[in-house]
């Protein structure tokens, strides 16, 4: 019994992480997080700290020469980021998400390649299987790859591909053997100095402005036949797998807008004057502080529980990883609209971070599937 309710225990390497990146993201990032979302400009500075510290792919086993921190980790990482700047937390968000299906089903001789230059800070991976008219239902894509010898060749187009054209390789989905759906997908390693490999212009968004966002196009983009990521037909099933263990990560950058923003919301309202007292001696403030609180440490737990949980490689991972990402999520929408509330006007207004941070926690319900495929797969694991 006390094997089955041990779901995770932090350690004190745990809380030398957090310590490290919190003081990293406050002296080194926060001084430009406004700035790179005012100007939708590429956090340079926030790229540059992280590599040089090790944050920017934790998660990468030492045996590619990464830092093999845990999931748990690796979770406490992106949250501690994300409470200053999300934009910037996604540094090692999509290298994970990029690097999982790698890790989870490459031959070795790909792992060799592909992983030391990113664990190293010489190159970013994305991660493609989203195209325009194939988001929730990415089984319905319509990229092409077929052999040539000893190439494949693909061609197509992915959408909202985090990072495009700052990343060297890209994992991408594509169809090999028509007619047979989701068994017909496999999942390929892609250069952007590939032949046939072009990156599309930034898309105009409304939170995480500071992290590229583009279509990327293959015009029969050839690529070398070994890198193609485990056996032809697997890669939707290692691209389900991969969500799975990159979900709670989702759930972490939730976790950390929603802790940044209750931060704010606590040090405004106890400075904020209001009918000659203090705004936190009102008890209905202090009632919204109290639930946001409660809502943030709950989401917090259940990220990292996924997290531990995969880090352990149970099996079914999919109900607590949809669970983790989705309720952290919509703390996150819900604790940031309140912290712009207790703000009042200011919080309206580009002159405080908590209106960016209701933004990017936006997106937060939206990607690595929406809060409606999390409830969609977390019911047919309970119904099956």
């Not at 990293?24 to 040089?52: C, G």
């Not at 991969?242 to 040090?267: E, K």
């Not at 703000?343 to 937060?364: H, L, N, S």
Request: contains cysteine; negative net charge; hydrophobic residues 40%.
């Amino acid at each position: 019994m006390t094997e089955d309710f041990d779901t995770y225990r932090l350690t004190a390497d745990h809380d030398h992480v957090r310590a490290a990146v919190r003081e990293l993201s406050e002296k080194e990032i926060a001084p430009y997080a406004a700035a790179v979302d005012e100007d939708s400009r590429y956090p340079y500075e926030a790229h540059a700290a992280l590599t040089k510290a090790g944050f920017h792919a934790p998660h990468i086993p030492e045996q590619y020469g990464g830092a093999g921190a845990d999931a748990v980790a690796t979770c406490i990482v992106i949250e501690e980021i994300s409470r200053i700047c999300a934009t910037s937390s996604l540094f090692p968000t999509v290298n994970k998400l990029g690097t999982t299906p790698v890790l989870l089903s490459a031959g070795e001789q790909l792992k060799k390649e592909v992983l030391p230059p990113v664990a190293a800070g010489e190159a970013m991976f994305s991660y493609a299987l989203s195209e325009r008219e194939a988001g929730s239902d990415a089984a319905a894509m319509k990229a092409r790859a077929r052999p040539d010898g000893d190439h494949w060749v693909l061609n197509g187009t992915k959408a909202w591909i985090t990072n495009a054209g700052h990343s060297t390789w890209y994992t991408v989905m594509a169809v090999t053997e028509p007619g047979k759906g989701a068994n017909g997908i496999s999942a390929f390693v892609v250069h952007k100095d590939d032949p046939g490999f072009e990156v599309g212009p930034k898309e105009r968004k409304m939170g995480i402005r500071g992290s590229p966002t583009c279509e990327i196009h293959f015009s029969d983009c050839t690529i070398p036949a070994e890198r193609i990521i485990g056996e032809p037909g697997t890669g939707f099933k290692t691209a389900l797998q991969t969500l799975d263990h990159t979900r709670p990560t989702i759930g972490a950058q939730a976790v950390g807008i929603a802790q940044g923003a209750l931060d704010l919301a606590i040090g405004y309202v106890k400075d904020r004057k209001q009918f000659g007292q203090s705004v936190s001696n009102f008890q209905g403030v202090q009632f919204m502080l109290a639930d946001m609180a409660m809502k943030v440490e709950a989401a917090r737990h259940l990220v990292y529980v996924a997290a531990a949980r995969a880090e352990r490689g149970e099996p079914k991972l999919g109900f607590i990883s949809a669970a983790a990402k989705c309720y952290a999520s919509d703390v996150a929408m819900s604790v940031t609209t309140d912290a712009v509330q207790l703000f009042g006007g200011a919080g309206y207004t580009r002159d405080f971070p908590v209106e960016r941070m209701m933004r990017d926690a936006k997106i937060t319900q939206i990607y690595e599937g929406t809060n409606q495929v999390q409830r969609m797969v977390m019911a047919r694991q309970l119904l099956r």
